[in-house]
């Protein structure tokens, strides 16, 4: 497939494909918390996206397509024809665009932490900002302005301000400009003929749970859950609630 980087990803059990595609400025370990606690009958992929992780880091803008584009060619190395897409914060930008791009290789959907809605100007003004201010400043100016956000838990955010560190400058800015860029999805998502997974945190200030309702609402046949309690960093703050939906979602699946 064209313009597509072989993703650096890791992978474990046997049965239902399940990707899991973290957010930003993140990797793969984000999702390690819930592992153990998933089904026993779903193999789950772990990538990191383009420039993120261990996976080649590129130029320029890093756009939804390009990064769903990197998934899908993952798939074809991994000779899966169909997988559920579970994705968080941006990886739900890039889930959605999968659905857009890749409709017939979809099981299932999930956003977590995510939404459908393109950006307002406002917000697309901070986002081009904050690459900027990252190209200049490094990616410490994202931890700086992020992390409060992102959790109140001292232990994931320490965890999460090493994972912010150790990504790459190129890829704070590139993807940043990239989920400005990003086309709405709600109508599409609207008519999308697979289950789908809305799961939404209490204290989370990004996707709030009114919003999530609403989401998961418009969509055919998706189910809402709520997680008590967490913030953006659900997954690894309440791990055991968080396995639970999943688990619940990716039963139908079996």
Known sequence: MKDTVDLFFEQTGQGIPLILVHGYPLDHT????????LRSNVRVILPDLRGFGKSPVTDGIYSMDLLAG????????????RAVLIGHSMGGYVTLAFARNFPE?????????????ADAPDKQAGRKELAAAI???????AVERMLPNLTRDAGVAKQITGIMLSTSTQAGMGASLGMAER??????????N???????GTDDPFAPLDA??????????????????????????????VAAGLNDFLAQFT
Do not use: F, Y
């Open 70 to 81: 990197d998934v899908c060619a993952l798939m074809d190395q991994l000779n899966i024809p």
């Open 194 to 200: 697979v289950p789908g997974l809305v799961m939404a």
């Open 30 to 37: 984000t999702w390690q918390p819930v592992l153990p606690l």
């Open 135 to 141: 190209q200049k400043g490094g990616m410490q100016v």
């Open 212 to 241: 999530a309702h609403e989401l998961a609402q418009s969509m055919k046949n998706a189910r809402l859950v709520k997680i008590d309690g967490a913030g953006h960093m659900m997954m690894m703050e309440q791990p055991q609630a």
């Open 105 to 117: 290789r979809l099981l299932g959907i999930g956003l977590v932490g995510s939404k459908a809605n």
């Open 183 to 192: 086309v709405d999805s709600t109508d599409m998502v609207s008519k999308l």
